[in-house]
């Protein structure tokens, strides 16, 4: 899957230059049974010669297009992308924004594994490159406080009214101005290497009019005309499960993770970014792990993600949710999904399971048909404590212990299946809409799913609509073959979703914000007309 978003272009290798190189070489006149004369023996060597010139020109070719398509993924056709081995769609498609492409192994499909040798998990390191650090998943909330209180406080000053949380101007200023204690950081975030340096100011994110911007027609659509953000009735802070939100990242991709964490992070009770650089005041953790740091070592970085968040912070929170940084999460959903409807399960209210029952929940796909499910990664994926306790104490010292794989989120399902954890089922129950979608927004709303062509498997998407489609409607009557059949445009996503995947910039991100908050753009700007006058203002 592949974005169809407005994005800056550059042109593509000439596929023509391309396919002289690679070309297979004639075999230059030479006769099949070989040279006999001296002349033909010099021929045969200069026709060797040239063979070789080729052969070097080819490999270098190769090196120098596959060097380009992991750069620029977008130029990779759809189709080649869904039917080459080596850069399969993975559940998280490919991540565009950091250059780098998914490989999808399955242990079926005749990928070798590599391994590391060393089993150990890793350790955090603290602003100094000091071992041992224990991060504050509540820095974020509580500095992002202290930064909005500061500027409420320059506003009464200067005669202003105290603006409010939906007001305009404190998310988009401290979008723009939030500054971490970090002295050779910019503020923004951005570093050198990045091919954008977004503009997320207000002007800029709200000029475009509705459905003009990264979300596009149909995620303009889908965004405004379905989904809606739950009001959660928090008790108190004893007795209301408390949410732990993790991102997995790096530097070059510092900015995307920044502009998460500041629009969807501090929502969650606390808030951690796993990368390799620590910012105490944005929850960013220098978290090692066994093997390189690499997408292709995504396995071994989520381990020690999980390891360290059970050895940390497992009594402080009572649910747990990770992806990657192109992860949008609508997180009063999350909170009211686990609140209102998981947690009265676990209470013998619904399904009758124990209180202690692990639960491990996201949208769940098949890599081909028949086969068992797994949880995807790209929306994140949500576990409780009893959960994680069980992946971490049972199933990692066990599972895949020196695997080497960037499909992270089917062993984690893997190895919760080992341990007989199989996953909770998050679709809307009166409708069976899914909650967490492996997509962005608009690529939700317009995908049309069409059946392979023979091979038994089709596009990622295809096999997960093939897949949820082919369900038992929930409510269903025991004993009725009803199920929940395919769903297109406004009726492929529940009213109140949990999260989106391949939000790739910060530009899109604070775009996303806009349009889930409508009172966020300035009433002046396109979109800001837009919304007033199709949709008026709704609460946060």
Excluded at 12 to 23: E, H, I, R
Excluded at 114 to 124: I, N, P, R, Y
Excluded at 356 to 369: N, Y
Aim: glycine share 8%; net charge positive; with cysteine.
């Amino acid at each position: 899957m592949r974005r169809a978003s407005p994005r800056l272009q550059e042109p593509s290798p000439s596929a023509a230059s391309v396919s002289a190189l690679a070309a297979p070489a004639p075999w230059f006149g030479l006769h099949p049974a070989g040279p006999t004369t001296r002349t033909g023996r010099a021929a045969a060597l200069s026709c060797l010669g040239r063979l070789c010139s080729v052969v070097v020109l080819a490999i270098l070719a190769s090196s120098h297009v596959h060097r380009v398509w992991r750069q620029y993924p977008e130029w990779l056709p759809t189709s080649s992308r869904n039917a080459t081995a080596s850069i399969t769609l993975d559940s998280a498609s490919i991540h565009a924004h950091t250059g780098l492409v998914q490989e999808s192994h399955h242990p079926n499909d005749g990928f070798q594994r590599e391994s590391v040798s060393s089993s150990v998990l890793g350790d955090a390191y603290d602003e100094q490159g000091r071992a041992g650090y224990v991060a504050d998943p509540t820095a974020l909330r509580r500095e992002r406080q202290r930064f909005r209180h500061a500027r409420t406080r320059e506003a009464s000053e200067s005669g202003a009214t105290e603006p409010s949380i939906e007001d305009s101007s404190i998310y988009w200023h401290i979008l723009e101005n939030f500054v971490p204690f970090r002295a050779d950081q910019d503020p923004l975030l951005n570093s050198r290497n990045h091919p954008l340096r977004a503009n997320i100011s207000s002007d800029y994110v709200c000029a475009f009019p509705p459905g003009r911007g990264l979300e596009e027609e149909g995620g303009y659509k889908l965004l405004t005309e379905k989904i809606r953000l739950q009001t959660v009735h928090r008790r108190n802070t004893t007795t209301t499960p408390r949410l732990l939100c993790a991102v997995y990242t790096y530097p070059r991709m510092r900015d995307l993770a920044r502009a998460s964490a500041l629009s969807w992070g501090y929502q969650c009770d606390g808030f951690l970014a796993f990368t390799t650089e620590t910012i105490p005041s944005l929850g960013f953790v220098h978290l090692s792990h066994a093997g390189k740091e690499s997408y292709r070592n995504m396995w071994q970085k989520t381990r020690s993600i999980w390891s360290y968040i059970a050895r940390h912070y497992a009594d402080d929170y009572d649910y747990f949710h990770l992806g990657g940084d192109d992860m949008y999460v609508l997180v009063p959903n999350l909170r009211a999904f686990w609140q209102d409807e998981i947690i009265p399960d676990r209470m013998g209210t619904g399904s009758g399971a124990g209180q202690d029952q692990a639960i491990f929940t996201g949208q769940q796909v098949v890599l081909r048909e028949g086969q068992r499910p797994y949880v995807s990664g790209g929306p994140g994926y949500t576990m409780n404590r009893a959960a994680l306790h069980r992946l971490v104490n049972e199933a990692l010292p066990e599972c895949e212990v020196d695997t080497i794989a960037s499909h992270e989120d089917r062993l984690v399902s893997q190895c919760f299946d080992r341990i007989g954890i199989k996953p909770w089922d998050s679709r809307d129950v009166p409708t069976g809409s899914q909650r967490y979608h492996d997509c962005s927004p608009h690529h939700l709303y317009t995908f049309r799913a069409v059946t392979s062509s023979g091979r038994g498997r089709g596009s990622f998407h295809a096999r997960a609509a093939a897949y949820w489609a082919s369900q038992p409607r929930l409510g269903s009557m025991v004993g009725t073959n009803e199920t929940t059949g395919p769903r297109y445009g406004l009726a492929a996503a529940a009213t109140h979703s949990i999260s989106f995947h391949d939000v790739h910039n910060p530009l899109y991100v604070a775009r996303m914000y806009a349009l889930l908050h409508p009172g966020s753009c300035p009433s002046a700007t396109a979109l800001g007309r837009g919304l007033a006058q199709s949709h008026g203002h709704r609460a946060a």
